[in-house]
């Protein structure tokens, strides 16, 4: 573990500095880590279609290799870019919930890393609400890793000092953005299903 503790860089939770998510952005893109917040609970983010950073995260949270972590996206046309196939349910979903606590699990194209997947062949994917969790997406211009900034079994905090005190300071920058609004984490469905078929209920009833 680092001795040096992150940086910490205060950002408008509604309108977030272009400099900073730039800031954040190349720390991604070097294989960093980073604090962050979305509508519901602080995040830990990577660049996700790096496995050594994708595998970072997981040595951060202690997250089990058979656990699949989701993924933020910006766009439908991102998800697009990562998955073979959306169903006209699964559009219907997005078009309904999105941006919003609705993660949707599609059929993962080669290019998303096992350290994603774990194996599964497909992945989680959500478009936040968040203004800052969405900017930093666009920020990267690709997809970023979004479990809750928490060591496995943890409570998922709300607030950067809460993450930060369960990560430690082996993380490379935190965004501050408040406190988040906490309560159920995303709503998790499987829409290669059909119908999709709920995984993990959440703040989504679909």
Do not use: C
Request: glycine fraction near 8%.
């Amino acid at each position: 573990m680092s001795a040096v503790a992150a940086p910490v860089l205060v950002v408008d939770a509604t309108a977030p500095g272009a400099a900073v998510l730039r800031r954040a952005a190349e720390v991604l893109r070097r294989a960093g880590a980073i604090v962050f917040p979305t509508e519901t609970f602080y995040g830990l983010g990577a660049d996700a279609l790096r496995p050594e950073a994708v595998a970072r995260v997981r040595r951060l949270k202690g997250r089990p290799d058979d656990r699949p972590l989701l993924l933020l996206v910006d766009s439908i046309a991102m998800v697009e870019s990562l998955v073979t196939t959306i169903t006209p349910a699964a559009r219907a979903l997005m078009e309904r919930h999105w941006p919003g606590p609705l993660t949707l699990v599609l059929p993962a194209r080669a290019l998303v890393p096992v350290e994603v997947t774990a194996g599964t062949g497909t992945v989680g994917v959500r478009l936040s609400s968040h203004a800052v969790a969405r900017g930093l997406v666009t920020a990267l211009g690709g997809p970023v890793t979004a479990p809750s900034a928490n060591v496995t079994g943890a409570s998922p905090p709300t607030t950067v000092a809460a993450a930060l005190a369960s990560l430690g300071d082996d993380v490379d920058l935190a965004l501050d953005a408040g406190v988040t609004a906490g309560g159920p984490a995303s709503t998790v469905l499987d829409a290669v299903a059909d119908p999709p078929r709920v995984i993990r209920q959440g703040a989504v009833m679909p």
